[in-house]
């Protein structure tokens, strides 16, 4: 498989003139009369059109997403014809319109923040979340990863974002602690071959595997728990951690990290806000607790923000904290962390 291909992330070296192919697979008038450029050559519904810009190809793909064409796909090639490039018309349209995101991610212009865990019952620091900044800071981590999913580099900026953070582990973190980093199930098609530039990164800085945390993304989805099980066995065949992120949330219910069996479970800071004052959260808490303790699965609080709240927890059992009470996520971590 190339290290381009659509499922390991696509390249984003596109010609910038050239030729666009398309074969339209239903609605052929609706797909001809979208497209605002010279006709060069037709056969056997194959159409081939010429372009002298992106912003030439802006007018045509407007017009097919108003259609609803998002998900269609057309070739593009340079003026020799020596390659073809496919993609969607939708991804087509979010890196033209969005190059400085593109360059942002395939240049990897972002660095990783850390933010301290503790253990609740000691205090000492048990490892830090690796969290993706952009260098300068302009554009936020809510803008860069839904843009990445539009334009189908979700795959590229998740692969990368894991080799900043195990970057961010061999130079700030000291051995024995954990670093724990995100990582997006959908961008991960076959476990062995999708991870293992991951492992490769892993072994050329010389971490430890065992001082790894990988945990789902919480904006993702669980829609194939057999396919989220091979992803988990996969990083714990080579000596890594897994976690499930935010339990009480969404997708990741008490049954979820039953049926996953991961080493860590991060209950939602939904759940953590107020816990002290909320009989319902602590009623949710205490059962998570006890489910957790059955199946020897260790509990991570995040999103402390207040001493009421750590205190809570720290009488509750919980095993350990993260939060802004404890310490806020920089690009140099916090090696003691000080409690307010």
Not at 19 to 43: A, C, F, G, H, M
Not at 207 to 212: A, F, K, R, T, Y
Not at 277 to 297: G, P, T, W
Request: glycine share 4%.
């Amino acid at each position: 498989m190339a290290t381009d291909c659509q499922a390991c992330g696509t390249s984003v070296n596109m010609p910038e003139k050239g030729y666009v192919i398309v074969r339209p697979t239903q609605d052929i008038e609706n797909w001809i009369d979208s497209i605002y450029l010279d006709l060069i050559q037709k056969e056997d519904m194959i159409y081939i059109y010429h372009y002298q810009s992106f912003q030439s190809l802006l007018p045509t793909l407007e017009n097919l997403l108003e259609k609803d064409l998002h998900d269609h796909w057309l070739h593009l090639t340079d003026e020799d014809r020596s390659y073809s490039f496919p993609i969607t018309i939708q991804h087509l349209y979010e890196r033209i319109t969005n190059p400085e995101l593109v360059e942002i991610i395939y240049q990897g212009n972002f660095t990783s923040f850390l933010q301290p865990i503790i253990h609740m019952q000691n205090g000492e620091v048990y490892g830090y979340e690796a969290l993706l900044r952009t260098k300068d800071q302009k554009v936020s981590p809510g803008e860069l990863f839904p843009f990445a999913q539009r334009a189908g580099l979700h795959s590229m900026l998740d692969q990368k974002a894991r080799e900043e953070a195990v970057k961010a582990k061999a130079k700030h973190i000291p051995k024995g602690q954990k670093c724990f980093i995100n990582f997006l199930p959908s961008t991960i098609y076959v476990p062995e071959y999708c991870l293992s530039h991951t492992f490769h990164i892993v072994s050329k800085y010389n971490v430890n595997p065992e001082d790894l945390v990988f945990e789902v993304v919480e904006t993702e989805e669980i829609t194939n728990v057999k396919h989220l099980h091979d992803i988990f066995k996969t990083y714990q065949n080579y000596g890594m951690n897994v976690a499930l992120d935010d339990v009480g949330s969404g997708y990741s219910t008490i049954e979820m990290f039953q049926l996953l069996h991961p080493h860590i479970v991060k209950i939602d800071r939904s759940y953590i806000q107020d816990c002290h004052l909320s009989d319902e959260k602590q009623s949710f808490l205490i059962e998570v607790i006890d489910r957790a303790k059955q199946l020897n699965i260790k509990l991570l609080a995040e999103g402390i923000e207040t001493k009421d709240e750590f205190d809570w927890l720290h009488e509750a059992g919980i095993d350990y904290g993260q939060g802004y009470y404890i310490g806020k996520p920089d690009h140099i971590p916090c090696k003691e962390p000080v409690l307010l």
